[in-house]
């Protein structure tokens, strides 16, 4: 079972979460060309190892949020906002 660490409702299972993705990936213009598109959505690296990917706490605060995770053992290394702007606010406030 994995637990992620939500820097608003604290630690909480998986099951609340919803997987989004790699989080690293640059998405190009919306207008940029077809070949662009496709590859940013289709051509992924299948990383062994920490990996970046986006994670919305949908049964909590329903916040986006990066985490850093291992995809061989699982284990969270880092989890903050998705958004910088939610980012400074906890800076701010802690």
Avoid: K
């Amino acid at each position: 079972m994995i637990r992620i660490p939500c820097p608003f409702c604290g630690t909480r299972d998986h099951s609340e979460f919803s997987y989004g993705g790699d989080g690293a990936i640059t998405y190009p213009d919306l207008d940029a060309p077809m070949q662009d598109w496709h590859d940013a959505v289709f051509q992924r690296e299948n990383i062994c190892g920490l990996q970046v990917e986006t994670w919305q706490h949908v049964n909590g605060c329903r916040m986006w949020l990066l985490v850093e995770r291992d995809t061989m053992t699982h284990e969270i290394h880092s989890v903050r906002p998705a958004h910088p702007d939610m980012a400074a606010a906890l800076e701010v406030t802690a």
